[in-house]
Nanobody, 127 residues
Framework: QVQLVESGGGLVQAGDSLRVSCVAS????????MGWFRQAPGKEREFVAA???????????YYADSVKGRFTISRDNAKNTVYLQMNSLKPEDTAVYYCAATRRPTSYTFQSEYDYWGQGTQVTVSS
């Protein structure tokens, strides 16, 4: 069982940066690929970014086209934490951001691949 707790959301202006974090319980954090998803009001939850487990000191990262070049996902296995650094934020980035964990990633982008979810953190970007 893995418990995920997100933090770091808030209200920012367009063009600002924000970093959200997700701390995982348990001692096998690096057994899990981690993902970030978001859900805007009235819309379905969508993939944002994902990171593979650490192998040979490197992880693979994956991004939605809408955030590529602006967002960066990273993980710190010593802290059981995954981060999402968000730069050049836009009003359309406004959403609740969820982190998720899986031991059986395939594409890394489908919600159905993920077994554990956090409760989410609100990010609001004003214009």
């Amino acid at each position: 069982q893995v418990q995920l707790v997100e933090s770091g959301g808030g209200l920012v202006q367009a063009g600002d940066s924000l970093r959200v974090s997700c701390v995982a319980s348990g001692r096998t954090f690096n057994d899990y690929a981690m993902g970030w998803f978001r859900q805007a009001p009235g819309k379905e939850r969508e993939f944002v970014a994902a990171i593979s487990v650490l192998r040979w000191s490197a992880s693979r990262t994956y991004y939605a086209d809408s955030v590529k070049g602006r967002f960066t996902i990273s993980r710190d296995n010593a802290k059981n934490t995954v981060y999402l650094q968000m730069n050049s934020l836009k009003p359309e980035d406004t959403a609740v951001y969820y982190c998720a964990a899986t031991r059986r990633p395939t594409s890394y982008t489908f919600q159905s691949e993920y077994d554990y979810w956090g409760q989410g953190t609100q990010v609001t970007v004003s214009s």
